[in-house]
């Protein structure tokens, strides 16, 4: 077995991982009480809680652990979904919709506990700031009021002039802190997973994609094959969002793959670490959702842009220094040392998929643009389903798999997305002209 770092995208985050060594690829048949099919933050989560409760595990990747989102993404933690509070409270009513947020809550606090008990290297930053980009009294007051009041997740209003106190912009305006927010290192994370897990008998096999999955009726066990072997397994958790190749179609027909990118910059001079002030992360409230925080002591990473083309668009670097200016004008000489592309897992109901489909069949998967918390709380939903038979899983009950409309759903998308951005820019040079 070798370490070989060059199957992982060109990330800072590659760069700046801790060593692993590369797990073999399955080379053989093998019995598991569990298979998971994908080695992202979702599988090494469910498997490190099943490991821990006795159970055996093999986690079958196609290429290395956390080699998709999971290892490239903007490594903000904190509460919530993809999906907004309030669609989530329309679908589920009031009360369950309080329980999936205090999941959501159980995810944070999950990363945070071990990261303290044997990754604190992983650990980058603390505290986050939602920041909207045009005068938003109201509906910024009122999501603060209704976090801290209705959802027991304390956080702090701040009109636009404490926002500009706090990062040196005037293209914010009102702003929310959100003290449990933190920022990590996903990476090294996903491989103080994977260290425990194989620590604890838990088979990974990297390299090595699961080809085709069916029921024995026979024997009544999953038979999960590869190309020089197969899993059998009672359980089979299916955790491949965007990267997913069609192994179970209902699912892969559900998730919708949509793109977003990353730059981290040059090491930045003294004045420029000025400028942005903080060593919180930042997420505006548009529908690109810009994101950024300061790493490695001195360098930016910046996320952002959301398309469902599945490439790299050509002129990255001008976009995100585009988008960077706009909001620090002084950055116009920032030079980009780092940029990649990566694929988040939709669905169109934009939640988590938490589902059992057929016997012992399992989704943990499109946990979309917030998948750092809710990838953690799937481990322990999943797991503690299995090992326990605890119920919890099924408040997801309403967010089920959904035909994700194919090519044309992609399409209505896109435009859905282009409209959304629009609306921002015409709101955001409102604000410009007329300050209101
Ligand atoms: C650029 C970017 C920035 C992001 N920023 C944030 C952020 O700051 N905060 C946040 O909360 N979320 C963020 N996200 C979202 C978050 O990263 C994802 O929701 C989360 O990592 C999903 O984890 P996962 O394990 O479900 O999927 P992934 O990490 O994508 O893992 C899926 C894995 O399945 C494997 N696979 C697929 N098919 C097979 C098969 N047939 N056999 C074997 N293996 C298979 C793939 O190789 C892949 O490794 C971001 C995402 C991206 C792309």
Redesign the pocket.
Same mark, same amino acid.
Do not use: I, Q
């Given at each position: 077995m070798q370490d070989n770092t060059t199957q992982y995208p060109p990330t800072w985050y590659a760069r700046s991982k801790m060593p692993f060594l590369e797990q073999p690829a399955l080379g053989e048949n093998v019995k598991a009480e569990v298979c998971i099919? #994908?080695?992202?933050?979702?599988?090494l989560s469910i498997a490190w809680q099943l490991c821990q409760s006795g159970v055996a595990v093999v986690v079958?990747?196609?290429?290395r652990i &956390?080699? #998709?989102?999971?290892g490239? %993404?903007?490594?903000?933690?904190s509460p919530g979904f993809a999906g907004d509070i309030d669609d989530v409270e329309r679908v589920s009513g009031k009360e369950r919709a309080q329980r999936l947020y205090q999941y959501s809550v159980l995810g944070a606090e999950t990363i945070r506990t071990h990261i303290q008990d044997f990754a604190p290297h992983c650990l980058m930053g603390e505290g986050k700031y939602s920041v909207s980009r045009y005068p938003a009294v109201e509906s910024m007051q009122r999501t603060a009021d209704r976090l801290t009041q209705d959802y027991d997740d304390p956080v702090e209003y701040l009109d636009a002039s404490t926002m500009r106190s706090r990062i040196d912009t005037d293209r914010y305006f009102q702003g929310i802190y959100k003290p449990r927010g933190f920022q990590i290192h996903?990476l090294n994370y996903a491989i103080a997973l994977a260290e425990k897990i194989v620590g604890c008998g838990g088979r990974i096999f990297e390299n *090595?994609? &699961?080809?085709s999955l069916e029921l024995n009726q026979h024997s009544g066990r999953h038979n999960v094959t590869t190309s020089a072997g197969a899993v059998q397994a009672e359980h089979v958790i299916l955790? *491949?969002?965007?990267?997913? %190749?069609g192994?179970y179609e209902p699912l892969h027909q559900s998730v919708l793959p949509v793109s977003?990118?990353?730059v981290v910059s040059e090491p930045l001079r003294p004045e420029q670490l000025d400028w942005v002030k903080t060593r919180c992360g930042i997420a505006d409230t548009g529908n690109a959702c810009d994101?950024y925080r300061l790493i490695d002591e001195d360098r930016l990473l910046w996320?952002g842009k959301i398309t469902t083309a599945r490439t790299q668009p050509a002129k990255l670097d001008q976009q995100m220094l585009a988008a960077i200016t706009d909001v620090f004008p002084a950055f116009a000489d920032l030079k980009i040392d780092y940029r990649w592309? /990566?694929?988040?897992?939709y669905c169109r109901h934009k939640m988590p998929l938490i589902q059992q489909s057929e016997d012992r069949l399992w989704m943990a998967?499109a946990? #979309?643009?917030? /998948?750092? %918390?809710t *990838?953690a709380m799937a481990g322990s939903l999943v797991a503690s389903a299995i090992s326990d038979n605890d119920p919890r899983w099924r408040d997801f009950s309403d967010y089920d798999l959904v035909w994700n409309g194919g090519l044309l759903g992609q399409a209505a998308v896109q435009v859905s997305y282009w409209w959304m951005q629009a609306k921002d820019r015409y709101l955001e040079s409102r604000a410009r002209n007329t300050g209101s």
């Open positions: 099919v #994908g080695g992202g933050l979702a599988g079958l990747e196609a290429k &956390a080699w #998709g989102a999971s490239r %993404n903007g490594g903000f933690v996903p *090595t994609p &699961a080809v955790c *491949t969002s965007g990267y997913d %190749n192994l977003t990118h990353v994101y996320g592309s /990566g694929l988040m897992g998967t946990f #979309g643009g917030h /998948g750092l %918390n *990838t």
